[in-house]
């Protein structure tokens, strides 16, 4: 405060007082933010008494980044608070939405590895509207289905459209970027017109039940809405896991259908309950799949058949309105099923609809991919139907199988232990498997093993578990395994719903691990006479289990070849289990 008693500050004390610099606060002043109440005789500016709390007020506008016209508005009482509060918050979601938008293309950009000339293509995508956005998919479906008659199907993929909502996120404007991305290419075409095709040629009799053009979708089909299990329907596409039948395909029940009197009605049943019954069916494959999986049950062992044969005849009646229907377990409706599986399995569809999902905000479906791939092993196995030999479970003393386990890893380690990093590129008895691979392998079973003992099944089969060090990987995941084994009391319990001893499930790991030594041995050029002492037991195990399985191309097993006179246990096991052992 001036000295003169005037109450008046000049622009330096009026600065220390509130910590706004004096450029700023003569800035401010110059802009009608902050008028001086007089000046000295020299031209210097005086602020009054009510100066600092007018500079706290202009201070916050400016940081919650309001203009100074718009200030100045609020400072003369042309405008409240309130008023210019809301248009600047207005203001700034726009702005943030602009913010997001740069974002997502600049991660879309680092994530694609994208040219320089993409940036402009990619920019002009994200701000397209939501007509903008339905034609470039309306063009892509009806270009990727040109000449296949399959209405249903076609009016299924152009109802789910990409709909961003209005304030999106980054993740959604990703998805979008993504999406129109995957519609040029030739990979996503090719496998929706021959999804398309299928359709066509396996629904000839599903217009039978209904009027030509009329069909009796739900309206959520008939919308674009995602079914229960988080993926918007393909109709036409045969029912699978995780989609409903298509609009105007026919429905599936979760039983036959109950006799009708054609005399008085003529209404077809109820398809919101046959589209529940596909869904259900859908659901079993994957729980019961993901319990296999959990379980340790190989798809082509003979404790497979069960499971199979319950989700066969849940999945058969959903199949009445089809073109010559299967109507019992057997090789035709085997077929069919893993036709079906194969069919609704293509990697690319599956990522489409998830983008679809993403940008629309709905949740994504469940992931397919572990009950999915054990299913269609096990139907590749056991192309026919045949009775469970539960003998196949018995005979395994739980000691004796820890001992084996010991006794033929101490034997796999030390081939481990030599293998010389040149020796990892080499080829094996494993069609299609190097050193690397078959080490990688082993040392998974290990791990899946473990996982399973400790009640938390694994699901990074593809990962990589070997890293840098194979000797060391190796080593670890048996001591791992063993104190699992020990610790959980694995070797004295059972799982999954058909109640498999846990002890043959290590049992399947010793045989496994034999087997793959041998593999090792043999391509390394080492002795393949592995644990002289638990190999008799090991392949007799080998018989017990998957004796019945059949040696199919879907088979972890070649057919058995002939060992040489007088062969060791374990070569007689790789010839048991397809290997050529001379």
Same mark, same amino acid.
């Given at each position: ?50 100066? @600092? ?115 999106? %996120? ?27 095709? #299928? ?64 005399? %008085? ?139 084996? #386990? ?88 059972? #799982? ?30 080492? @002795? ?30 070649? @057919?058995?070849?002939?060992? @040489? ?18």
């Amino acid at each position: 405060m001036n000295e003169d008693g005037t109450g008046l500050l000049t622009i330096g004390e009026l600065a220390r007082l509130t910590g706004v610099p004096v450029k700023t606060i003569r800035g401010w002043s110059d802009r009608d933010l902050l008028p001086p109440a007089a000046r000295t005789p020299a031209g210097y500016r005086l602020y009054g008494p009510d100066a @600092p709390a007018r500079l706290e007020i202009v201070r916050s506008l400016r940081e919650l980044g309001i203009g100074l016209a718009a200030i100045r508005s609020v400072l003369h009482r042309t405008c409240t608070v309130a008023e210019t509060a809301a248009q600047w918050a207005d203001a700034l979601d726009a702005q943030i939405r602009t913010l997001r938008l740069r974002s997502a293309v600049l991660r879309s950009v680092a994530a694609r590895g994208s040219a320089a000339e993409e940036l402009p293509y990619m920019t002009e995508l994200a701000r397209l509207s939501a007509r903008e956005r339905r034609l470039i998919i309306t063009d892509f479906v009806e270009d990727a289905l040109d000449g296949v008659d399959a209405p249903a199907y076609r009016s299924g993929l152009l109802a789910a459209t990409p709909d961003l909502p209005d304030d999106p %996120t980054p993740e959604q404007i990703g998805a979008w970027l993504e999406l129109a991305a995957l519609v040029r290419e030739p990979e996503l075409r090719t496998a929706l017109r021959w999804l398309a095709e #299928y359709s066509a040629r396996t629904a000839g009799a599903a217009g039978e039940s209904h009027a030509p053009g009329e069909t009796h979708a739900p309206e959520e089909s008939q919308t674009g809405e995602p079914d229960a299990m988080g993926e918007p329907p393909a109709p036409g596409k045969p029912p699978a896991p995780g989609e409903p039948p298509a609009p105007g395909a026919p429905h599936a029940t979760s039983e036959p259908p109950a006799p009708r009197d054609t005399r %008085t009605s003529t209404r077809p049943p109820d398809p919101s309950a046959q589209e529940q019954a596909v869904i259900r069916v859908a659901e079993l494959m994957r729980v019961r799949g993901e319990a296999a999986v959990a379980a340790g049950i190989a798809p082509d062992s003979p404790a497979a058949e069960p499971v199979l044969a319950e989700l066969v005849a849940a999945w058969l009646p959903t199949q009445t309105g089809t073109a010559d229907p299967p109507t019992e377990d057997g090789p035709a409706a085997r077929a069919r099923l893993l036709e079906q599986l194969e069919t609704a399995a293509e990697p690319v569809v599956e990522r489409y609809w998830q983008l679809l999902c993403t940008v629309t905000g709905r949740p994504a479906p469940p992931r397919w991919d572990t009950a999915g791939t054990w299913t269609t092993a096990a139907l590749r196995a056991h192309p026919r139907p045949y009775e469970l030999d539960r003998s196949a479970f018995d005979g395994t003393d739980p000691e004796q199988v820890l001992r084996a #386990y010991e006794a033929v890893t101490r034997d796999v380690a030390a081939l481990v232990a030599a293998v010389r990093p040149t020796d990892l590129a080499l080829p094996t008895p494993c069609a299609g498997w190097t050193v690397r691979q078959l080490l990688d392998h082993m040392v998974w079973e290990n791990l899946m093993a473990t996982s399973i003992a400790e009640g938390a099944p694994r699901a990074d089969h593809a990962a990589d578990h070997l890293g840098d060090d194979h000797r060391t990987a190796f080593a670890d995941s048996v001591r791992a395994a063993r104190t699992a084994f020990t610790g959980s009391g694995m070797l004295h319990r059972t #799982y999954g719903p058909y109640e498999a001893p846990g002890a043959m499930i290590v049992q399947q790991v010793v045989v496994e691990l034999l087997a793959h030594g041998w593999d090792l041995a043999r391509a390394t050029g080492a @002795p393949t006479g592995l644990a002289p002492e638990a190999a008799e037991e090991t392949l007799a195990a080998a018989r017990r289990i998957y004796g019945a399985a059949p040696r199919t191309a879907g088979s972890s097993f070649a @057919p058995e070849r002939p060992a @040489p006179p007088g062969a060791g246990a374990t070569d007689r096991l790789a010839a048991f289990l397809g290997r050529d052992p001379a």
